[in-house]
């Protein structure tokens, strides 16, 4: 890294602020921010290189010049102000609650997605889902989604999006309205579990251990849901402000 280049430095408040180099020392840089504040001194290896100026924010962070801590929270944070909430890294997608409803559900959204390759089409919940089905489908094994986040980060909201494609985009293989009950189930079960904490009116106070049944045509024939309990002190206590 020279002298005047634009890098990263850690921020207490922010992450990270924008900066350039303007001294060397044995151990440590001085990063003018450029937005004029106090110069910071950091360690060489907490100071991250920056991607050029003007440079497009991408779908996979892969593709991101300079990839470390700093470029990818930049990269989310330009793309969450554009609505584009969900970002790839490799074959896992980042996704950012935007706390409003997005237009990106809708039938031809799922029909778009039905057989289409990662990276075909921008990062989404159901490109995941159908990679899933097709790894089953042509290697014969069971797949796995890990939906993990913090509290209201949209753990379950998620898990519903990834049913819903799944039921409908292949469901048809059980009786009656079968898949209608498969996604009536879930918030049924929220009901008996969810809590309103500070930072979520509906945060799930359990985990939840979803199988999707599937026959020899692949297609949808049942559902087992299992919950284990993540928090026993909530059976006992109540924070302020929780119910």
């Not at 950091?42 to 991408?58: C, F, H, M, R």
């Not at 799922?110 to 990679?131: C, N, R, T």
Request: with cysteine; aromatic share 10%; net charge negative.
């Amino acid at each position: 890294m020279d002298q005047g280049k634009k890098v990263w430095a850690p921020d207490l408040k922010e992450g990270f602020q924008l900066g350039e180099i303007c001294d060397f020392g044995t151990d440590t840089l001085s990063v003018q921010p450029l937005d004029g504040g106090k110069v910071i001194e950091a360690s060489y290896d907490a100071v991250y290189p920056a991607e050029e100026e003007g440079a497009p924010t991408q779908h996979d962070n892969c593709a991101l010049m300079y990839l470390n801590e700093a470029t990818l929270l930049e990269n989310l944070r330009k793309r969450f102000l554009k609505d584009e909430i969900y970002t790839y890294t490799a074959n896992i997608l980042l996704a950012i609650n935007p706390y409003h409803t997005l237009d990106v559900y809708g039938p031809e959204k799922v029909a778009a997605y039905q057989g289409k390759s990662l990276g075909v089409l921008p990062p989404h919940v159901y490109a995941i889902a159908d990679k899933s089905y097709r790894d089953m489908r042509n290697l014969g094994l069971s797949q796995g989604i890990v939906v993990s986040g913090e509290s209201g980060a949209g753990k379950t909201e998620t898990t519903k999006y990834l049913l819903r494609y799944l039921t409908d985009s292949y469901g048809g293989g059980g009786t009656g309205d079968l898949e209608s009950r498969i996604l009536a189930a879930n918030p049924f079960l929220e009901a008996f579990g969810n809590a309103k904490t500070t930072r979520n009116n509906n945060s799930s106070r359990f985990g939840k251990f979803v199988e999707l049944h599937f026959n020899k045509n692949a297609l949808v024939v049942g559902a087992h849901i299992e919950h284990y309990l993540l928090e026993k002190s909530r059976c006992i206590t109540q924070s302020d402000k929780e119910r």
